[in-house]
């Protein structure tokens, strides 16, 4: 007959600590390995999934439509469409009566990172 082996005790993850200074990617990936059920190479492939899930929602956005990506209870990430301007002549703020130029800019894309409700509350 075999002997039956005894599983080792589940190993409690250490207590979560404010870091001094950012966490590296690494740090991060251990510490969501130790406290979930999923190993270092499935969070990583976690993140790597998401971040490509992004790139793919927030690509492109044309004028008038603007790509939103929203992590459940945590933030809102949009990609807005900024159209190019030309150089013009604008009152100057600062002296009034004196005109000053303004340069052209070309067309770019900004994206902006919101909180939302359930990440405001949790700090």
């Known amino acids: 007959m075999a002997k039956k082996t ?10 979560l600590t404010q870091a001094s200074k950012p966490r590296k990617k690494s740090e991060l990936f251990n510490i969501l ?3 979930s059920d999923l190993s270092r190479k499935q969070i990583a492939g976690v993140f790597e999934a998401l971040g490509k899930v992004m790139a793919v929602d ?3 956005p044309t004028n008038g439509t603007n790509r939103v990506f929203v992590v459940p209870g945590m933030m809102k990430v949009q990609s807005i469409y900024k159209p190019a301007t030309k150089a013009t002549t604008k009152p100057n703020p600062f002296n009034p ?3 000053m130029t303004v340069k052209a800019k070309p067309a770019r894309t900004v994206i902006k990172v919101r909180p939302l409700k359930g990440l405001k509350d949790m700090v």
């Open 6 to 15: 005894a599983k080792p005790a589940a190993k409690k993850p250490a207590k």
């Open 33 to 35: 390995a130790e406290h």
């Open 58 to 60: 927030l690509a492109k």
């Open 97 to 99: 009566g004196e005109m």
